[in-house]
T-cell receptor
Framework: QVQLVQSGAEVKKPGSSVKVSCKAS????????ISWVRQAPGQGLEWMGG??????????AQKFQGRVTSTTDESTSTAYMELSSLRSEDTAVYYC???FGSGSFYPWGQGTLVTVSS | EIVLTQSPGTLSLSPGERATLSCRAS???????LAWYQQKHGQAPRLLIY???SRATGIPDRFSGSGSGTDFTLTISRLEPEDFAVYYC???????????FGQGTKLEIK
């Protein structure tokens, strides 16, 4: 059973960066297609981008191009999402989730709250 | 970019009733890559349906998905108290790699 465990909540200043981690257990990490999805308070789900570890390639939503970077460390089965130039509108819960080829996300991490405030 | 529009925004029903949720795409979506999720307050989304009509592991058979092309439907045949939540549809675009979600339908107790 694949499980994803994310890093803890963060509080950041506007203009800074945040790096969220997502550690996977169970299964073969190189087969994971890990994506990042965020949810602002009271809002819907928004796909940010993701990486397919075995190819080492990432795809990002146009909205986040240039500000988000997805990386993986196969030695620790951990994926990372770094978002730069933070602004208050980036305050959200950030989720990692895997797609094993069905075009859908299962399972999901528990979410990481990132608060951007001066 | 494919835009998914869900309707209604809010659906008020009673336990035991049938719920029908709609998801319309701005252009044709492969049925293989249309999914539905349930989200309760403070929890991560839960995959219900993938491939437009296949139930995910452990999902009760009162949940069913249908549709093709640009119009998809999630049906809950007989609402249980635990079904009142927010529901999202989601698609994957293989020709232009990326995913998108609908804005959600809130299913509330009448």
């Amino acid at each position: 059973q694949v499980q994803l465990v994310q890093s803890g909540a963060e509080v950041k200043k506007p203009g800074s960066s945040v790096k969220v981690s997502c550690k996977a257990s169970g299964g073969t990490f190189s087969r994971y297609a890990i994506s990042w999805v965020r949810q602002a308070p009271g809002q819907g789900l928004e796909w940010m981008g993701g990486i397919i570890p075995i190819f080492g390639t990432a795809n990002y939503a146009q909205k986040f191009q240039g500000r988000v970077t997805s990386t993986t460390d196969e030695s620790t089965s951990t994926a990372y999402m770094e978002l730069s130039s933070l602004r208050s509108e980036d305050t959200a819960v950030y989720y990692c989730a895997t797609d094993f080829g069905s075009g859908s996300f299962y399972p999901w991490g528990q979410g990481t709250l990132v608060t951007v405030s001066s | 970019e494919i835009v998914l529009t869900q309707s209604p925004g809010t659906l008020s029903l009673s336990p035991g009733e049938r719920a029908t949720l709609s998801c319309r795409a701005s252009q044709s979506v492969s049925s293989s890559y249309l999914a539905w999720y349930q989200q309760k307050h403070g929890q991560a989304p839960r995959l219900l349906i993938y491939g437009a009509s296949s139930r995910a592991t452990g999902i009760p058979d009162r949940f069913s998905g249908s549709g093709s092309g640009t119009d998809f439907t999630l049906t809950i045949s007989r609402l249980e108290p635990e079904d009142f939540a927010v529901y999202y549809c989601q698609q994957f675009g293989s020709s232009r790699p990326g995913y998108s979600f609908g804005q959600g339908t809130k299913l509330e107790i009448k």
